[in-house]
Every structure is written in structure tokens, then in C-alpha cells.
């Protein structure tokens, strides 16, 4: 676990922030698709940093054994970009019920927080097929504008990101943008795609949409594994709740493919 010390704060979008941090460790990092990672945001008036000692054995279950009103928030995040030592990050501002939109929403350059990977033991291959298809929502924005980076211009690709507004698209080329404001939805905008079996896809975003999407394209007959997914956020329930049912079983899944 380290420290990562706030060094730029510039709004994107109204409802997107990029902030870029320095901190030990960074210069370490390998390189690899959708780097993923956690954050921990300090309670009001304490500390992101979580002690280590060897006595509590993991740095996690230091983490857990903290007291409840002084252990950090964690949440996970997206590496936009690492480069020259310096880590971007960009956060929605989903409101101030989320302690990372809400420290986000307040960020001032020196402000520290915690840092928990991106470790390449979740590092996942890009996909290969003659069309790639991307959906995800504003939270998987960063993931996707990233991914879309190592692609070769030749490759063909459908990308598909749902946002609140006109407002929220950010300069991400071919993005099929999906507007909340508009009565769209992403799951009837790629459901309502013709894609054929053998492509790769990607999914990120809510859980529940993610997972009906999943099934859209299990349904057309792509296969599991060529079908990377992952659900970034519960509504009403924060990163701090249990599992649910439906969690649990995306998480089998998610094992199962795997291993095809
Ligand atoms: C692998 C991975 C990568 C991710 N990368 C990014 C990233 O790069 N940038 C980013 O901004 N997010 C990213 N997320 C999503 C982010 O972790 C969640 O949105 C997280 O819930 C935010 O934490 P919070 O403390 O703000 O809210 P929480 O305390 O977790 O939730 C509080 C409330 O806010 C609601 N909520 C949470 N997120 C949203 C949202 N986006 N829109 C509306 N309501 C919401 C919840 O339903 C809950 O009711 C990623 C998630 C994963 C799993």
C-alpha cells in the first residue's frame, strides 16, 4: 500500500474529474490492458495511510482490523494513464452519497490518498477478433477510452458508452454516445445492434446492465470466453456492501470463463 499525493485537479465534463497524482512506487508499475486499482479516501479528519507492521500480517487484514472510524474508504478505480511517474485517474461525480465522488468533488492539489495496485496479477489480454465491441457507462469510460488507445487504427471496432448528457462525451473517437437525458439506455442501444457470434467484447458498468448485456451476447451465441465483463457499481448499494446473489453468481462466472 502507498501513498499518492494529489498534483493537478481539472474538470473534464460536468460530471467527470481528472486528477493526476505522484507518489512512491509508481515508476515500478508494469504496463498492461485496463489497469485497475484501489483507492482508500481518508474519514473526515484522518488518514489514507494503512499500517503495515509485519505483526498484523497482510497489509489487508491490517486494513481490516482497523477501527471502523478510522479506516479508509476503498473503492476501485481505472488507470487512465501512467506515464513519466505520473498516475491519471478520472472520477465521476456521481453525487456526495459515494466517499470517492465525494472526495473528488472537493480534491485540492497536495491532498493524499491511498493507492492498492494496479497489480498484474488481474492483468487480462485484449481480446482478438475481426470486430471488437465496447459498452460501458461513464465509469467505464476511463477503461475504455484506455483500451481504445492500443488498438491498431485497422481494427475494427463498436463502441458504445452511456452518459448523462451532451454534455458528458469526451473526445474519444467512433463512440456511438448513449444519452440518459434522451431516454436511452445503453442495454436497448446494444441489444438493438446486429452483431455477429464471433466478435470480443467488453463490458463495464452498472452491475444489473452489464449483466443483461452479458446475456444479450451469450444469447446471440458469442462465446463466454470471448466475453470479458465486469459490473463497476451496485444502485443503492455502495463498494463497502456484501455481495449479492447476482454478484456472487457473476463472480463464478467470471471463474468459469476462465477456465474455458
Ligand atoms: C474495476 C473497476 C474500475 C472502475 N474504474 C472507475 C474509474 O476509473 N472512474 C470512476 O469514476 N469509477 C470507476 N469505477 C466505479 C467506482 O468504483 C464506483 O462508482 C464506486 O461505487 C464509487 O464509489 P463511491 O464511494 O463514490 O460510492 P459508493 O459508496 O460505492 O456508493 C454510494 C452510492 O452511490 C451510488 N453510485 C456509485 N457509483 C455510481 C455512479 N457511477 N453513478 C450513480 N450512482 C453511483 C451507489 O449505488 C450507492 O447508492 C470502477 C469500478 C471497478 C470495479
Redesign the pocket.
Known amino acids: 500500500m502507498s501513498l499518492l499525493t494529489v498534483t493537478s485537479v481539472v474538470p473534464l465534463t460536468p460530471r467527470m474529474t481528472r486528477m493526476t497524482f505522484t507518489g512512491p512506487g509508481l515508476a515500478e508499475i508494469g504496463t498492461w490492458p485496463d489497469q ?1 486499482l484501489k483507492l482508500l479516501f481518508p474519514q473526515p479528519g484522518g488518514s489514507a495511510h494503512v499500517s503495515d507492521a509485519p505483526d498484523v500480517g497482510t497489509w489487508y487484514q491490517a486494513y481490516l482490523a482497523m477501527p471502523d472510524d478510522e479506516r479508509p ?1 476503498m ?4 488507470v487512465r494513464e501512467l506515464a513519466d511517474e505520473v498516475l491519471t ?4 461525480l ?2 456526495a ?5 465525494r472526495w473528488a468533488s472537493s480534491a485540492q492539489v497536495g491532498d493524499v490518498i491511498g493507492r492498492f495496485g494496479p497489480s498484474p496479477d488481474y492483468a487480462r489480454p485484449l481480446g482478438e477478433a475481426e470486430l471488437l465491441v465496447f459498452a460501458g457507462d ?2 467505464a469510460l ?2 475504455i477510452a484506455s483500451l481504445l488507445e492500443l488498438l491498431p487504427a485497422a481494427q475494427q471496432r463498436l463502441v458504445f458508452v452511456e452518459v448523462a448528457d451532451p454534455a458528458e462525451e469526451q473526445d474519444v473517437p467512433g463512440v456511438r454516445w448513449v444519452h440518459r437525458s434522451a431516454g436511452e439506455d445503453l442495454v436497448s442501444v446494444v441489444t438493438a445492434q446486429d452483431v455477429p457470434a464471433d466478435v470480443w467484447v467488453w463490458l463495464g458498468g452498472e452491475a444489473s446492465a452489464v449483466r443483461a448485456l452479458r446475456r444479450h451476447f451469450v444469447g446471440r451465441g458469442v462465446s463466454k470466453k470471448d466475453i470479458e465483463f ?1 459490473g ?8 463497502d456492501d456484501a455481495p449479492t446473489a447476482d454478484d456472487l453468481a457473476e463472480a463464478q462466472e467470471r471463474i468459469a470463463a476462465l477456465s474455458e
Open positions: 485497475q474508504w473503492r476501485s478505480f481505472t485517474i478520472d472520477f465521476v456521481h453525487g452519497n459515494g466517499p470517492a465522488s461513464e465509469t476511463p477503461a465486469s463497476y457499481w451496485r444502485r443503492t448499494l455502495t463498494q
